[in-house]
């Protein structure tokens, strides 16, 4: 039989339309029949998830509707557009980030409310933290839970050389967050919202921050603007008053950790993992690190034709991730 945590995983990829992760843990659970005997069961579970994924495969009669819409005319190259399907349930968070965010979804959802008393929701986010400790899967999951698309700016085209043409193009990203609502995220923020008075920037940062100010106040759209900055020190200090809320983000806790594997390792039995040893070696590492870490683990598992993890197989993806992240000397 599927182990709690395959079943568990089963229910949660429906729940979020993964159909990818489904129909992986429902081989997971066919594989598993078969190693324990119940050959008939693994049959008949192999024969459905071949027959979806042939179903899948096979073109629909009706024209499949399109999420979103890439931006086009001047605005392509300045942002792009995709639909995310992350939850903010899935995201392993102290319990008073989850309940900040939680708000934050809460004020969208009943902004008409709010402004029937002359409020407004909370929609300027400035998101501060290490790397790699979920900063920008907050922004996926926000634009998921409120069924909005996620538009993340891309600094490379919108910063240039010539004077005055880096403020033009974000004034059309601020004129387009009012006709087209979605989450707008400024990613390494720190790009143009670095102190002013430093002696290292240039004139036309200093410019771009300038405007960037003045939009961000003057801002009446609906759409969510989410800034994230690695670099907490080096933002200008006029910015934190201009956010609606600041939301900093931690390393994970031992306990964190252990979350974010038993999540990513849902499909697979984890029941005699070591997790002192294991909680040890995550030590320093970002969610993100950490993710990575069980992905590796997971496919030594696959590949070994496994429905369970081994500890050796956690604890030796994690010492790789630690090495990869240590400077050279």
């Not at 959802?109 to 029937?116: E, I, T, Y």
């Not at 790397?131 to 909005?148: Q, R």
């Not at 603007?225 to 939301?247: G, K, M, P, W």
Request: proline letters at 4%; aromatic letters at 6%; hydrophobic letters at 40%.
């Amino acid at each position: 039989m599927a182990t709690a945590q395959q079943l568990k995983a089963l229910l949660e990829s429906y729940a979020h339309g993964d159909r990818g992760r489904f129909l992986s843990v429902a081989s997971q659970i066919a594989a598993h029949a078969a190693r324990t005997g119940k050959d008939r069961l693994a049959e008949d579970l192999r024969k459905l998830v071949d027959d979806a994924k042939r179903a899948a495969d096979r073109p629909s009669e009706a024209p499949q509707a399109v999420p979103i819409v890439q931006p086009t005319g001047e605005l392509a190259g300045l942002v792009s557009a995709t639909f995310p399907k992350a939850a903010l349930e899935d995201m392993v968070l102290t319990d008073e980030l989850a309940q900040r965010l939680k708000r934050v979804l809460r004020e969208y959802r009943q902004s008409d409310a709010l402004a029937g008393h002359g409020l407004s929701p909370r929609r300027k986010l400035l998101l501060l933290g290490p790397p790699g400790c979920g900063k920008s899967m907050t922004a996926a999951a926000l634009a998921s839970e409120l069924h909005l698309p996620l538009l993340t700016v891309q600094f490379h085209t919108l910063i240039t050389k010539f004077m005055g043409e880096t403020a033009a193009k974000l004034r059309l990203i601020f004129d387009t967050m009012k006709r087209n609502r979605g989450v707008y995220l400024f990613d390494e923020f720190d790009a143009i919202g670095t102190q002013r008075h430093s002696g290292q920037d240039v004139g036309e940062i200093r410019r771009v921050l300038n405007s960037f100010l003045v939009f961000l106040e003057q801002d009446d759209s609906m759409s969510l603007i989410v800034a994230a900055s690695n670099l907490e020190a080096s933002l200008d200090a006029a910015l934190f008053r201009r956010f609606d809320d600041v939301l900093r983000y931690e390393m994970p806790s031992k306990q964190m950790a252990r979350r974010l594997i038993e999540n990513r390792l849902a499909p697979f039995t984890i029941d005699r993992l070591s997790w002192t040893r294991i909680e040890q070696a995550c030590q320093g590492l970002s969610h993100a690190d950490i993710t990575k870490a069980c992905e590796d683990a997971a496919k030594e598992a696959i590949l070994d034709d496994r429905g369970s993890i081994r500890s050796e197989d956690v604890l030796a993806a994690l010492r790789q991730r630690q090495r990869i992240g240590r400077p050279q000397e």
